[in-house]
């Protein structure tokens, strides 16, 4: 029989990132704080690290599709925001992130009490940031991976994000 | 010096689809209806035929990005929600449509009054089905293409959507 | 019933675009020829124009996967260089070309005498272009669409390609 | 500073899968053995284990883009098998797998003295599996990940794959 419960990519043990802006957090947080998007479907910035960020959303009925799980596109917002938050930990202070492309598979309907979405930067770069992500649904304190992300973000030099 | 207009992926002209419901257009509209994200971002859909879907979004603060566009994960939504409904016209009447993946290239920013997502099926099948969107901004009356999507939706036969 | 008939993307007339580099064929050319790839899978650039690259592929039985069609790795690689040098007709003569990142869908099978794979620019740009390609597989005068490509191109400025 | 090193995505300890079949690995051997293309470039499987395969691949300067390096498509081939292969070794008996689509990065140029591509199954399916893939370049006993992958694989039930 197959079991079903996620399998990771293969983890290789890295060194942690060094932040080139030592005021990373309060610099991603204010940018965080000007999405309208982010704060029309009730998302907030739940933990944050040099190349990682997680963004939570409680369940709302207003996020859903057809089916009554939350919508595609809302955890696609969630983790897109998560990876470009992930990547701009790691980004000079001058610079603004925009991202180019992102693929999303969804796996699993995604029900519960929340998503929590989470994302890591696998490669900074000076122009290009390559960032995986994964949304969990969390219901009974169980977690049930649905959906998983691959992105790519382009640094945006000499222009603070502000 | 290269012109910036948007150019389409090779055209191949095509046998218009005969949908297998011809209720397709109750079916969809009803199910579009029943997606709690599109009330919130306020999307509604503009068109349809049978594999194709148009989305339109009228501009709204609450729906951008840190610098005033609207957010990547937005644009997302309502070119999933557009190739989701592309493919569902195809469905047999009892068939439910999810997205298996989406694949999201951003090409400019998006401001303007409203943004238009279009969506059409490139290949029907009767597991799967692969669409190819588009979004475009408009702002006084011109359109600027501002995101290209390709994605696979999966049918689930005895799953009647409603 | 559905007919199964390819169905392009959403088209739209765009200007054509014009190539900084008037001697961009012969700068494709040559870059193609260094290509070792494209040579020993017996690909042949068929087709070039502003922003446009066609390859073909004769069918060989040497670049099958295990069901004797062709593999969708060999599918992936002429419609990446495809796309690749669509891009490279509109740099500058002094820059080089790199793929960020591309995503296929294989729709069908790959048989028949040979593959076509062209790709066409849907945005161009100073450090990034953006690209979508088809994959034909040609059997009997007939052409079946059997996969499709989205990708991102990296613009290397200062870093001439020979 | 920004370290350089790779750094995975978010790993959460999963149950080891059990495959259907407990003769996976003849049957994934025997397929990867009917792979004309692998057989061409030179690969050769080289680890498998349920919902897991390695596939590795010697430098050589018939498999290189216009710069030298190992060309995307190549790297594509590779890292598509071992996610194909990853998956098959789950599947029951009587299947076929087929790639649905993939996604590639490319990080760093492939160079060195050989290729690893790694796939892991994340999520496994009756109809569809999920997984996730990367590939190294290997020089003085050094590994430098290169390419990130993402991809959606179809079961063929009742379709034997010899």
Redesign the interface.
Known sequence: ????????????A???????DPDYEARVRA??G????????GARLSALRP?YCAIELPF????????GY?????I???V??AGGYAGFT?FPADA?V???????????PAAGERLIA?A?????GR??A?V???VYAEADCK?T?CA???Q?L?VLLGKA?G
């Open positions: 029989m197959i079991t079903m419960s996620p399998r990771p990519a293969t983890a290789t890295g060194k942690a990132f060094v932040p080139i940018s965080f000007r999405q309208g998007a982010m704060r029309l479907i190349g709302r009925d207003d996020l859903t599709q057809q089916h939350v919508h595609a596109g809302i696609g917002a969630i897109d925001s790691l603004s925009l991202t180019v492309e992102y693929k999303l598979n969804l796996l699993a989470e890591e930067v696998v490669k900074p122009t290009l390559i995986r992500g994964e977690r991976l998983i992300m691959q790519t382009i994000d």
